[in-house]
């Protein structure tokens, strides 16, 4: 339906943001986000699956309805991501052992970019059938 | 205030100004060719010139020369940088001075010479006695971010970044910026805006462009046809009453000498008007 309000001549001024203009922004954002991560496309694909992943092993998500984004913040680029939780997995595998302080400290090098995951809790309801 | 404001170097007799207050020397650049970096140094400097400001303005893409035919100053063009920067002539001899306004001098390019043959410090030195004698010099930067570029922001205190509304063009200017010295705080001057397609959704806008480089802005230029026909004519815009292009770049100007302009309207006045209207009745186009 939306769609269809979006591609009819009718309603054009109600969505006047989605013209070429709207593409070129987000062509701009993708390359200037690979510019200042240095990385390709189709690692930031990889990243979401791999990071969809993860987050499976605990929680049941929603990936169709999942945003992983990139804002520009200053200088830096940070990730935000959305994830809908349908569901907390039950069968999850045991805690991982958390890793063993190193022996001698490791001077952290400078990040590029923050990155924070926002998990939202969408239809908790389901929770009950898992 | 603005980073660009300066002083008033003393214009009593030539030679004594000297030394006084050195001028501010200001690199016009944006890494991607074609976004009129050439045309914004001719008109910001006219502009400036008729503010009544002592004004040099050099054309520092080496092999490419340009500047003197915005400028329509092409014929009178005896020597060049590299000349004065070797030694061959003096100064004097290489400035030209501009048909219509007597603050106005152009330190043209070589065009049978190659960008790698400027030295960087004597680029510099070059510079520093260029504000020596005027209040602001404009250097036209020539396009990439090689050895012509880094000639053309050696002996420069400040940048104006021009950019188009356009993805290849935001990205360029982008890394221009991250190019530049620390410490500088770049201004942005976004030209060829067409308002009308801003507000149909079909081209980047001012914010849009901004969103990305968060930089001060200078100043919006309109896409309006007028531009080229003082481009064929070499006569700069900036000095056409009528014209919204020439507003802008007056409007720029204005700023870069300190004068309180209020925010840059980032959407300027409907493409095409005003040159329409002065075509319609002088025949201009």
Redesign the interface.
Same mark, same amino acid.
């Given at each position: 339906m939306l769609d269809f309000l979006k591609k009819s001549d009718f309603f054009k001024p109600f969505f006047?943001?989605?013209?070429?203009?709207?593409t070129?922004?987000e062509?701009?954002?993708l390359?200037?986000l690979s510019?200042h991560l240095s990385l390709a496309p189709d690692v930031v694909d990889a990243l979401k699956a791999e990071l969809f992943a993860v987050l499976s092993k605990y929680v049941d998500i929603d990936p169709q309805h999942a945003e992983v984004t990139f804002e520009?913040r200053?200088?830096e680029v940070a990730m935000l991501a959305s994830v809908p939780i349908l569901a907390v997995r039950n069968d999850r595998p045991s805690a991982p052992r958390p890793p063993a302080p190193p022996a001698t400290r490791v001077r952290r090098r400078k990040r590029k970019g923050a990155v924070q995951t926002k998990l939202v809790p969408t239809s908790m309801g389901n929770s009950a059938q898992a | 205030m603005r980073a660009f404001e300066t002083t008033p170097v003393e214009s009593t007799t030539e030679g004594q100004a000297a030394a006084a207050t050195l001028g501010r020397a200001i690199v016009i650049t944006s890494g991607k060719g074609g976004v009129g970096k050439t045309t914004t140094t001719a008109n910001v400097g006219t502009a400036l010139a008729a503010l009544g400001k002592r004004v040099v303005l050099v054309d520092a893409d080496v092999g490419l020369r340009n500047l003197d035919i915005v400028l329509g100053l092409e014929n009178r063009v005896r020597y060049h940088l590299l000349d004065v920067i070797e030694g061959n002539v003096g100064l004097d001899d290489a400035l030209v001075r501009d048909k219509r306004s007597e603050n106005l001098y152009l330190l043209a390019a070589a065009q049978a010479r190659e960008k790698e043959d400027v030295d960087t410090a004597e680029m510099m030195n070059l510079m520093e006695q260029l504000r020596e004698r005027f209040e602001y010099v404009l250097i036209d930067c020539p396009a990439g971010i090689e050895t012509g570029f880094r000639n053309a922001i050696a002996g420069a205190q400040h940048a104006i970044i021009v950019c188009t509304p356009? @993805?290849s063009a @935001?990205?360029d200017a982008?890394?221009v910026v #991250?190019l530049l010295p620390n410490g500088w705080s770049p201004e942005l001057i976004v030209n060829r805006l067409r308002p009308a397609? @801003?507000?149909? #959704?079909?081209?980047?806008?001012v914010e849009?462009v901004n969103?990305?480089l968060?930089l001060p802005l200078l100043g919006v230029i309109p896409d309006e046809p007028g531009v080229i026909v003082s481009t064929n004519k070499g006569e700069p815009i900036a000095l056409d009453e009528n014209s919204a292009i020439g507003a802008a770049f007056r409007a720029i100007a204005g700023r870069i000498v300190g004068e309180d302009r209020g925010e840059v309207s980032t959407t300027t006045p409907e493409p095409g008007f005003f040159t329409k209207l002065g075509a319609l009745f002088g025949g201009r186009a």
């Open positions: 006047r943001r989605e013209g070429s203009g709207a070129a922004r062509r701009l954002r390359v200037l510019d520009m200053e200088r | 356009e @993805v @935001v990205r982008d890394r #991250g397609l @801003v507000k149909k #959704g079909k081209m980047l806008s849009d969103a990305i968060r």
